[in-house]
């Protein structure tokens, strides 16, 4: 799945309750980064990490925790303090150093994220 | 803080005409700008990109321009097809290996055949 697997596809939240979606990836990647889309706002960041057992706080942090304890996992909470989660959500990874052919972020198939 | 604008937010071509998505920045470091596609129900994927040492690159039909005095850059489609359907997005960061991407809010391509 292109070297980064989000899990699950799917996921259905009550009023509440706490979830978390897996990022798992096997590419050697330092930095993970991950971001929620919403209809005509694009990609919003909600936190990244460079390095493990540290991250940051992105544009729309509140609501949402993260963990960095393995270079290959960066696993994100949604909480219960997150009033409005209904979103696709997808995690990145990016490569060190640049060549000519080709560089950026690699994305995973994402995450969709329904309260009900 | 650092925000890109990009427009239009949909746009609409025959098959065959050319395509141009146009963005701005606000952080003046920033110094590499990439375009991602993301095709219905699937990941973004990087098209091309460049740096700022860089004016302009091409890669066959698509190719990207750089006006850093101006903070703008645009993505130009030429021959488009009914491939080329899609939803872009342009991103701006100030390192190209250790910084954050700050995205556009997409633009939505459709090719008419």
Known sequence: ?116 | GENVEQHPSTLSVQEGDSAVIKCTYSDSASNYFPWYKQELGKRPQLIIDIRSNVGEKKDQRIAVTLNKTAKHFSLHITETQPEDSAVYFCAASRSYNTDKLIFGTGTRLQVFP
């Open chain 1, 1 to 116: 799945d292109g070297g980064i697997t989000q899990s699950p596809k799917y996921l259905f939240r009550k009023e509440g309750q706490n979830v978390t979606l897996s990022c798992e990836q096997n590419l050697n990647h330092d930095a993970m980064y991950w971001y929620r889309q919403d209809p005509g706002q694009g990609l919003r960041l909600i936190y990244y990490s460079q390095i493990v057992n540290d991250f940051q706080k992105g544009d729309i942090a509140e609501g949402y925790s993260v963990s960095r304890e393995k270079k290959e996992s960066f696993p994100l909470t949604v909480t219960s303090a997150q009033k409005n989660p209904t979103a696709f959500y997808l995690c990145a990874s990016r490569r060190d150093s640049y060549s000519s052919s080709n560089y950026g972020y690699t994305f995973g198939s994402g995450t969709r994220l329904t309260v009900v």
